[in-house]
């Protein structure tokens, strides 16, 4: 075991996979500060889908190191078991080509997948009844993860393996020396550590504005939705799998209970600008027609929901940077500080793998895959000035799901 020491400022899924990685790799002593408790940010809100099948090819080979990952943890962790129930991604015909070029990709780098007709989708998944010109593109590989079960399962872990977390600590700022980040300072003083890494989801823009680096993302509200239980028996299985419904406006999956969990977007909200460093989602809001939309929406696609009621609600945000790509990686410009944030409406899938490359990137120097299109520093100081004078609503972001 080193003697060094890494900080990691957020305890969300990012953060607390990153202390989870370090802590393996024996890199000395982990401290993870949390402002709230634990997964008080996105990681308690999501939905929890995961697929492999993405767009580009550091996204793909990160998510099969996810889909890896999450199996192993699902043996490991008490408590959470990953959803192994598959992922079906959506497509209209218009919107189908352009995922049908990156099949070969898909074929090379080793990412099964399945295309399914209407008629073979609903002889699967007989709940299912997509429309006649729907094309499915299954990820047996993907699911879904509980966060109310990930979550603490995984903060659990990382306290037995020695990480110390520290919930009610906010970070304030940076210990800076001979251009090097050494260290945080927080109300009960500073603290000094050989890597620091942030992983603060959207309030990365306020605390790395310190340093002067303007963050290259723009935030969105985003909610989801659980059903009341679809039988009086709570024990019975839906047969489904995880649905990324690009064609009906949003995503639905299994939940706990004999419930189904949905989420979609709400295109036409203008983007959120986090207002203070000790802002919490809880003070987000949604206006009741977005549940009713959503409803209506999916409903054609799985009609058991229409014998369901909403019982529970979670709004909280999503980020997207300027190419739709997360950050994930060291800052050139301040040795000693990694950062994780910005992983679009996919964050909770990209979890696990992007825990293990910083984790790598702090303890090794190197990472198992070439990470070098998240590297956070990667555009152009006109264009991130560009992009952040500019307001949009989210369908004027890059578009990504999960
Ligand atoms: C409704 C909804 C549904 C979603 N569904 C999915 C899905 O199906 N699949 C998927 O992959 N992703 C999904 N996501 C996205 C996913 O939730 C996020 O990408 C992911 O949780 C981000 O994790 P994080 O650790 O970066 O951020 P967070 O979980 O937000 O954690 C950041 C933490 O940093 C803490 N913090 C902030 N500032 C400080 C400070 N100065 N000092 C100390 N601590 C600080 C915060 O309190 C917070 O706990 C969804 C998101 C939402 C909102």
């Given amino acids: 075991m080193s003697s060094a020491t890494a900080i990691i400022i957020g305890g969300g899924v990012i953060g607390l996979s990153t202390a989870?990685?370090?802590?393996?790799?024996?890199f000395g002593k982990v401290i993870l500060l949390e402002k709230g408790p634990v997964g008080d940010g996105s990681s308690s809100r999501a939905g929890g889908i995961i697929t492999g099948l993405l767009w580009s090819e550091t996204g793909i080979l990160a998510r099969k190191l996810s889909l890896t990952l999450y199996r192993e943890l699902s043996e490991e962790l008490p408590g959470y078991r990953f959803g192994d129930v598959g992922c079906l991604n959506l497509f209209d015909p218009p919107a189908w080509p352009e995922r049908a070029r990156l099949?070969?990709?898909?074929?090379?780098?080793?990412?099964?997948?399945?295309i399914?007709?209407?008629?073979e989708m609903?002889?699967?998944w007989p709940e299912l009844a997509p429309g006649e010109t729907d094309i499915g593109l299954l990820d047996p590989l993907g699911g879904y993860s509980e966060p109310e079960e990930y979550v603490p399962a995984l903060a659990q872990?990382?306290?037995e393996l020695g990480v110390v977390i520290r919930e009610g600590t906010q970070v304030n700022g940076f210990v800076q020396r001979n251009g090097r980040i050494t260290g945080v300072t927080t109300a009960d003083g500073p603290i000094e550590g050989d890597a620091v890494i942030c992983t603060i989801h959207t309030w990365t823009q306020q605390l790395l504005a310190q340093l002067g680096w303007p963050s290259p993302f723009k935030a969105f509200v985003h909610q989801r939705y659980v059903s009341t239980p679809l039988s009086a028996d709570p024990t019975a299985?839906?047969?489904?799998?995880a649905i990324n419904a690009n064609p009906y406006n949003g995503y639905i999956r299994p939940a706990r209970g004999h419930r189904l969990l949905a989420g979609g977007e709400t295109g036409w909200r203008e983007e959120f600008r986090t207002p203070a460093p000790d802002f919490r989602m809880s003070a987000l809001t949604v206006p009741p027609a977005v549940q009713e939309k959503l409803a209506r929406d999916l409903?054609?696609?799985?009609?058991?929901l229409g014998r369901t009621q909403w019982e529970s609600e979670k709004v909280g945000l999503i980020a997207f940077a300027l190419d739709g790509e997360p950050l994930l990686g060291p800052l050139a410009e301040m040795p000693g500080l990694y950062i994780g944030c910005a992983f679009h409406s996919g964050g909770f899938a990209y979890n696990p793998a992007a825990g293990l490359l910083l984790a790598e990137f702090v303890a090794d120097g190197r990472t198992q895959i070439d990470v070098s299109a998240f590297a956070p520093d990667r555009f152009a100081p006109g264009d991130v000035a560009a992009y952040l004078t500019t307001t949009v609503v989210q369908d004027g972001a890059v578009q990504r799901r999960h």
């Fill in 157 to 159: 872990r990382c306290r």
């Fill in 20 to 26: 989870y990685q370090l802590a393996r790799k024996r």
């Fill in 237 to 241: 299985a839906i047969h489904l799998p």
């Fill in 116 to 119: 399914l007709d209407a008629g």
């Fill in 299 to 304: 409903t054609p696609l799985v009609p058991a």
């Fill in 122 to 124: 609903h002889r699967r």
């Fill in 103 to 114: 099949l070969p990709l898909y074929d090379q780098l080793g990412a099964p997948y399945e």
